[in-house]
């Protein structure tokens, strides 16, 4: 088969799962007029698919820093972080992440994607191993897959598993790098940490815990599950984004081994590409800040994640196994969670639709992103179109 | 436990018939995407069986050069012996 070839191919097995005309992956977006509502088309939109948790886009605080680093330091950096591209503002939120954490060192990548593949092919290399959830985003697919290491999955957030995988590697569990996220990305659920940190110590491995969906929504400040558990000290590398909770785009790696500082020599994610903008540091910067006294958001965040997940739940949906900002609803087939789907977006609900073979199990999924921009209301109205819909999805 | 190849490739027919439907005849030839409808998301599952059945890690980079049920066994069998 050519190259382009298998493109048609491509082409082919999206249309035949598909309906024509209706842009399911990358919807246009025409204008957005706040934190969780757009216009498609000629039609006002809800965002319950973004991952807005804080609904920080539109903080005047983060606006603001971001206008005056604009007109300071320019558009963009147009320069590695090795080069050109490690401005003051870079150099401080590297600090700020770092004191947030109470951790020795952080370091600041371009998106939260490539400090994943910056840290995980930074650690491992050929030779050793990476132990990694079934359920593990493509980030950390990738990364491993860049590292040369070899990939060995466990069953989704099951210990047992994990450390049956382990013992089987002998002595290599000390050249092991297992990887875990707080919240997962595809069902909303949490890994079981104490329980890893604890066999990760017996095995002398390296743990590296992504906190891209659990930054600002779990811990009393907000730095996700290591805080919410107090572990922190037993996970060895913490990676997250700026692209959830933070509302604008980059990524950072906290540790308290020193050699993290190494990884900038030798890490090809983090040197061959250009540094974030200025204005996307000027705007985390201040979104950390508020992301840290956060405590109103994070408690008006779960109200709204607790109140849909129980009304979808007596709605006899089937969903993730733990309530949180990721509501996954659990489909049979593709089909059925199109269909899903576009009666929400006829309603003027815009939600998330993962298919095969993204989707964990074979399954299909509609998966819910709540925000604490959200308000009981739009959650109400929420609820209210999934119960009229139920009966033509499950007919 | 024996590492013998005959042995490997019958347990893991036997294993692979619980992903086929009933009429196909499995031999060491039948290719696992195309014949056995085994896509990349299965092919992982699979694998994750097949490391508790034969009590070894198969780390997913070796699976690059996997098409058949044969070199599926030969892979099994190789990192047995290696042990
Ligand atoms: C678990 C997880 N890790 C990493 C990422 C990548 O983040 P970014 O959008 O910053 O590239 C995502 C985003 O989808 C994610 O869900």
Known sequence: MSLLDKLDAVAAARKALLPEGLDVFGMPIEEVYSATEARVGDRRILFLGTNNYLGLTFAPECLQAAHEALDREGTGTTGSRMANGSYSGHRALEREFADFYQCHSGIVFTTGYQANLAMISGLAGAGDVVLIDGDSHASIYDGCRLSGAEIIRFRHNDVADMEKRLRRLGERSQSTLIVAEGIYSMLGDQAPLAEIVRIKNAYNSILLLDEAHSLGVLGKTGQGLVEETGLIDGVDFITGTFSKSLGSIGGYCVSNHPQLDQLRYISRPYIFTASPSPATIASTRAALKLLRDGTELRRQLWQNSRQLYARLDALGYQLGPQPGPVIANILDSPQQALMLWKGLLDHGIYVNLILPPAAPEGKALVRCSVSAAHTSEQMDYVGNVFAELRESIFQ | ?83
């Open chain 2, 1 to 83: 436990m024996s590492t013998d190849y005959s042995d490997i490739l019958s347990r893991l027919c036997f294993h692979l018939k619980q992903f086929s439907s009933p009429d196909v005849v499995i031999v060491p030839e039948t290719d696992l995407i195309n014949e056995l409808a085994i896509d990349s998301v299965k092919l992982l599952n699979l694998v994750m069986e097949i490391e508790d059945e034969f009590d070894i890690s198969v780390p997913l980079n070796a699976l690059a050069d996997v098409q058949t049920v044969h070199d599926l066994a030969n892979l099994i069998h190789h990192i047995k012996s290696a042990k």
